[in-house]
T-cell receptor
């Protein structure tokens, strides 16, 4: 299958700082990328859907000013957690898809810990 | 709104057993259904993708079936091994926005 690279895999930051997570499709052009959040022992919850060159669509309850998503190119999307707080600590996973209807491929995830 | 449920939530079996994981979804108008494996602290590994027009897919010791009309899918694992221990997630692709909706997962432990 296609490869989606997510970086960093693990990050620890102080409260009040911002953290950027990158998601890259390595061998295909991703018209759509998805960002998920996963709490311990729970399933994935979709945070937002981003299409290249347009604004991301956020799911209900997700603060768009806190979780900034940029999908500036067909191979890169970024999620920036702004003014992070301990409650933002979680596992974040991105997913990329070439076209609508095609299989989505997942990154390795990023473990964010805010202290 | 699509809802995906997986039963059981956790399962512990001795090595060598054949087992079945269940997934049900409320809206049968799905595009595809996909089974994933997730190891602790890791991302998702795709196991099987079933197109909506298909009834089943097989890969090695894994077999997944899909019954759209009843809103059900099963993942069959033959001759389970300790290395199969992981969380198994079922997800459906919906037509509206074509987004994935995940089930809660089944945490599987295969004991040697």
């Amino acid at each position: 299958g296609a490869v989606v690279s997510q970086h960093p895999s693990r990050v620890i930051c102080k409260s009040g700082t911002s953290v950027k997570i990158e998601c890259r499709s390595l061998d295909f052009q991703a018209t759509t990328m998805f960002w998920y959040r996963q709490f311990p022992k729970q399933s994935l919850m979709l945070m937002a859907t981003s299409n290249e060159g347009s604004k991301a669509t956020y799911e209900q309850g997700v603060e768009k000013d806190k979780f900034l998503i940029n999908h500036a190119s067909l191979t890169l999307s970024t999620l920036t957690v702004t003014s992070a707080h301990p409650e933002d600590s979680s596992f974040y996973i991105c997913s990329a898809r070439e076209n609508q209807g095609t299989e989505a491929f997942f990154g390795q995830g990023t473990r964010l810990t805010v202290v | 709104k699509q809802e995906v449920t997986q039963i059981p939530a956790a399962l512990s079996v001795p090595e060598g057993e054949n087992l079945v994981l269940n997934c049900s979804f409320t809206d049968s108008a799905i595009y595809n259904l996909q089974w994933f494996r997730q190891d602790p602290g890791k991302g998702l590994t795709s196991l099987l993708l079933i197109q909506s027009s298909q009834r089943e897919q097989t890969s090695g010791r894994l077999n997944a079936s899909l019954d759209k009309s009843s809103g059900r899918s099963t993942l069959y694992i033959a001759a389970s091994q300790p290395g199969d221990s992981a969380t198994y997630l079922c997800a459906v692709y919906g037509y509206a926005g074509n987004m994935l909706t995940f089930g809660g997962g089944t945490r599987l432990m295969v004991k040697p």
